[in-house]
Structures are given as structure tokens and as C-alpha cells.
């Protein structure tokens, strides 16, 4: 835990106090005293530092300034076939702390329905995970995750929509040879919906339909890659793109 995130209404004028999973990693992890500082920020909101003003065996409590600027929008969507739930503890962590603003959890053929029945799926559980990966990231800025368990609405219905504020639209799929920059503006300058489908890739109707709504597709090469993987590997690449002089 790198940063100590806290909501809104937790803040009483300049004080917070906490109770829970953070006042332990403070008293046990940290081992931190009154007097020390940490890195602290309100979730999607600026950061800053918390001196600590008292600690007892469950609580501290911390004097709050923050100092800094909201964090800058993120610049990529993800669309995600629905993974294993243990593989889909890490992609949300991941993906959180690598910047991710919306992350839409869709069906395909691939997908077993089991999965949409996970425990994990629970907005309690989600959200447990987007915020770990912040705390690894000292970022603030939460995505925001909905579920569509059927394909052809969510294609049909729900990117046309969400697809307005993403001018440049990827499909990643493995049975096609065009790479990430053949397919890719440089430098990336526009905010990207990225679609990555379960392991063993897009079927030929899915990708078809992603097509019809301005998505191309592109292989990561050679390697048959896990879609935790994948994720990390293809939001690196993206960013890197960006960085482009």
C-alpha cells in the first residue's frame, strides 16, 4: 500500500480517521508513529500528505492536506471477454494501476456462464481489487466497471455509445497479422477502446461484428499470450505509443 486512499465523506474538516485494513497496515506494515507523514489521497479526487496526530491498537488518526491537482483523465477503455474469476482478481488490480478509466466485463462464445455467476462479480468485490491496484500505483483515480452478459446487445447497443468518446477503436485477435502499430495512429493522441477477447481469441463472428463498429483488429505476434497478460502488455504498449515524439 503505497498511498492511503480515503472517500470524501470520510474526511471530518482536515481529520480522518480509520479503523479498518488501512489503520492496521499503518500500525503493523508501516510501524508509523505520531508525528510521521504518509502519502494520501481522496479517491478520484488530488492527493497529499497525512501527518499522523494519534495511533491506539485499531485506530489512527491522521491530519489530511492535500496539495496537488486532480489526476488527468485516463485515455483507455477496455472491453474484456470475461475471464476466470482468479485471473479476473488480477486484471482489475492491473488495470487499475495502469490508468484504465472504464472497463465493460462482456460475454463471448468462449466464455463459460459460470464465470457471470462469480462472487467476485459483486460490486463490494470489484471494487476491493480496483482499489488494491491503486494503492500499489499511489493513483486515485477509480475505473469504472459494468457487466453485459450477452454480446450482440452490448455491441449493438452499448459501444455505439461509449465508443463516441474513443475515436480510435482495437480489437486484439490472434488470427490476423497486422501488429499494434500498422493499425495504430503514432503518435497516439486520442483516447483508445481496446476489446480483448478470452484466451483462444475472438470468434469469427465476434470479430466481424466488432468490425461493423470501427474496431481493427491486431495480433501481439507470434506468442500465444494469457489475457492477464495481454492486458498488461497491450496497456504498456499503448501508453509507450503515446509517448511518441
Known amino acids: 500500500m503505497n498511498i492511503i486512499l480515503f472517500e470524501p465523506e470520510e474526511l471530518s474538516g482536515d481529520k480522518l480517521e480509520l479503523t479498518d485494513r488501512r489503520a492496521r497496515h499503518i500500525i503493523n506494515i508501516l510501524a508509523a508513529q505520531p508525528g510521521d507523514q504518509l502519502k494520501v489521497g481522496r479517491i478520484n479526487g488530488p492527493t497529499g500528505r497525512g501527518t499522523i496526530t494519534k495511533t491506539t ?12 491537482t486532480p489526476p488527468a483523465q485516463a485515455v483507455t477503455d477496455l472491453i474484456l471477454a470475461l475471464p476466470r474469476p482468479i485471473m479476473l482478481k488480477r486484471i482489475l488490480a492491473q488495470s487499475a ?21 462469480a462472487s467476485l462479480l459483486s460490486r463490494e468485490n470489484i471494487r476491493e481489487y480496483l482499489l488494491s491496484g491503486l494503492e500499489q500505483a499511489t493513483a486515485t483515480r477509480l475505473p469504472q ?40 495512429p503514432i503518435p497516439l493522441r ?56
Open 57 to 68: 491498537k485499531n485506530r489512527v488518526t491522521l491530519k489530511i492536506s492535500l496539495d496537488s
Open 97 to 117: 494501476a495502469l490508468g484504465v478509466d472504464n472497463i465493460y466485463l462482456i460475454n463471448s462464445r468462449r466464455v463459460e456462464k459460470s464465470f457471470f455467476s
Open 145 to 184: 466497471v459494468s457487466i453485459h452478459p450477452r454480446f450482440r446487445p452490448f455491441v449493438e447497443d452499448v459501444v455505439p455509445i461509449v465508443s463516441r468518446a474513443c475515436p480510435v477503436r482495437l480489437a486484439a485477435h490472434p488470427a490476423t497479422t497486422n501488429l499494434l502499430p500498422q493499425v495504430t
Open 190 to 245: 486520442d483516447k483508445v477502446l481496446l476489446a480483448i477477447g478470452p484466451e483462444g481469441g475472438w470468434l469469427d463472428y465476434e470479430i466481424v461484428k466488432l468490425r461493423e463498429h470501427g474496431f481493427k483488429p491486431f495480433s501481439m505476434g507470434a506468442r500465444i499470450l494469457r489475457v492477464e497478460t495481454a492486458v498488461v502488455a497491450l496497456l504498456a504498449q499503448l501508453d509507450l505509443l503515446r509517448s511518441v515524439a
